[in-house]
């Protein structure tokens, strides 16, 4: 069998030209290897027909629609040729080892493209298409024929081309909206009209580019209007604004088959994530954030309300099932817009069960972080519990405010603002840095002697917006006392983590409690006066 299964009426061929049209983009240029691996993603994602290549256009990509034909088992492979018989020879020699072949021709149908690129009358543009079909038919029985820049074509000359392309033995017919510029309800419209006019057994295809953002869309007006293939590729990489992608189609017409009438493709959708991220990286494409079905916030929620519907039931904002694109599970993003439910329940799956007053501390302070840093990471959340819910005891002491200036030319100062049980403290030092200017200023407003003997500062995050995780000692009636800050910024951090070794002090001191063990002076970096 060399033909690829044609279509029952409730399946639609997906034709994936990720490696022709995707890869004619503007700064993409795939080495052999690299189309080989997503060839072998497209075979196991399910495509239909993998359009390779361009065989004439060089020398790398007929070798690499050869590889391809010769190491991708499953698709047809297909190359693309133009209606010259050199092109077609060629376009034959590289897609012969596989095991189903086809071969794509194609010639332009509108008057400017006749005109300003073929420089070829109505007439030749006729009876090249007669002659090109024809020589492919010779080697295949698989021949595609399209009619570039369809949409801007005079629909009766256009479908007396595509009857010329049936009549030499094309069997599917594919329809390109070459620039992009075809809207739903008239794209659909033509498909029919072309299935009304040309006679023959052959399948519709819509090739659909997004010049105006509609290749989805008019791709499945085409279905809708009897197409039972579309060309697509991964991501919706393309020529220009690209082509028609291939996960927005396949979960469309998954997600809303009441609407087409239970018309499906063979693809494993489970591979369109993996597919999606191996496409951007070997390409080199980024997949915007708000992508549909693979961008990464496909299955995000940020907002309290919508993370709160989600915990209680998926589908409360969810259409599609994560994991049926092989995107895991849905996420809870944790930023500043998220509520306390969304919080507690991330804290529970890191193994923290924080209730109460504890829960409201530390909601408190995972919302002043989330005001400054964009997303809260796992990381981030348990450096916050183990600065704020690790110890449920009440301090005497919480920072309001470090305010601190000063540089090359001049001392670095530092005010601090520190509540005391109800009581407003303030004082402003200056220091070596501003981390010892911070931490002088807190000693004169608690008025806690003691020396910082240990200063180590660890990003809990990669990134500009890192939270600083500070870790320290404070020696004070012989004992060098731990404390630990976090804060996004490396002062406020220290300044928190200072404090915290006092505010243990003074319990200590009040209850008459032992410092602890490990806390005999010791070691744990640098000093901290110059920062
Ligand atoms: O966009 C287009 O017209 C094409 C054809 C070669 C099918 O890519
Ligand atoms: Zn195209």
């Known amino acids: 069998m060399t033909t690829t299964e044609p279509t029952t009426t409730d399946r639609v061929v997906i034709f994936d030209t990720t490696l022709r049209d995707g890869e004619q983009s503007p700064g993409i240029s795939l080495d052999q290897g690299e189309k080989l691996e997503i060839g072998e993603q497209l075979a196991r994602l399910g495509v239909d027909v993998i359009e390779a290549g361009f ?33 077609i020879d060629r376009c034959w020699e590289a897609i012969e080892p596989a095991a189903k072949r086809r071969i794509h021709t194609f010639i332009a149908t509108s008057e400017i493209h006749m005109a300003n690129k073929l420089k070829m009358t109505p007439e030749q543009v006729k009876a090249e298409t007669a002659r090109a079909v024809a020589h492919a038919k010779g080697y295949t029985d698989d021949v595609e024929f399209s009619p570039e820049d369809a949409s801007r074509s005079d629909f009766d000359f256009m479908c007396e081309v595509l009857q010329i392309a049936v009549d030499n033995g094309a069997i599917t017919l ?10 739903p309800t008239e794209w659909g419209a033509r498909i029919a009209a072309i299935r ?9 295809s819509s090739h659909c580019h997004n010049d105006l953002g509609l290749a989805v869309a008019n791709s499945l007006a085409a279905i809708e209007a009897g197409a039972r293939q579309v060309e697509c590729t991964v991501n919706g990489i393309g020529e220009r604004a690209g082509n028609a992608a291939v996960e927005e189609i396949v979960m469309a017409l998954r997600t809303r088959s009441d609407q087409f009438g239970g018309i499906d493709t063979n693809i494993r959708s489970e591979e369109l994530a993996r597919s999606s991220r191996l496409v951007s990286r070997l390409t080199g494409y980024p997949v915007q954030y708000n992508k549909a079905v693979v961008g990464r916030n496909a299955f995000a929620h940020e907002s309290g309300i919508h993370q709160h519907g989600v915990l209680n039931e998926r589908t409360t904002y969810e259409i599609m099932d994560p994991a049926a694109v092989g995107a895991g599970e849905s996420q809870l993003v944790l930023g500043k817009h998220s509520g306390r439910h969304a919080f507690a329940d991330a804290l529970a799956k890191m193994g923290y069960d924080i209730k109460g007053d504890a829960l409201n501390e530390a909601f408190k302070r995972f919302k002043e972080l989330a005001d400054r840093k964009v997303q809260l990471s796992e990381d981030d959340l348990e450096a916050l519990v183990a600065e704020e819910v690790g ?24 005010t601090v603002v520190i509540d005391a049980e109800g009581e407003k403290l303030e004082a402003t030092a200056t220091g070596d840095g501003m981390v010892e200017a911070a931490c002088t200023a807190i000693r004169q407003a608690t008025g806690i002697e003691g020396r910082l003997t240990d200063y180590s500062v660890t990003s809990v ?33 220290s300044a928190r983590a200072f404090l915290n070794a006092i505010n243990r002090t003074v319990r200590a001191r009040d209850t008459g409690a032992s410092l602890g063990k490990g806390d005999r002076p010791g070691s744990l970096g640098t000093t901290p006066a110059a920062i």
């Open 174 to 183: 594919n329809i390109p909206d070459t620039v992009g510029f075809a809207i």
């Open 55 to 87: 065989p004439v256009a060089s020398q790398g990509d007929f070798e690499a629609v050869q590889a391809i034909a010769r190491g991708v088992s499953g698709p047809t492979i297909c190359g693309l040729s133009r209606t010259a018989l050199a092109d």
């Open 196 to 204: 009304d006019r040309v006679k023959g057994d052959y399948i519709i």
């Open 391 to 414: 110890d449920t005891v009440r301090y005497r002491f919480s920072l309001v405010a470090v305010d601190c200036h000063g540089g090359s030319n001049s001392t670095p100062t530092a």
């Open 461 to 493: 995050t990669g990134g500009v917006d890192a939270l600083a995780d500070v870790a320290l000692r404070f020696e004070v009636d012989g004992h060098a006392v731990p404390g630990r800050g976090l804060a996004t910024d490396v002062v406020e951090a």
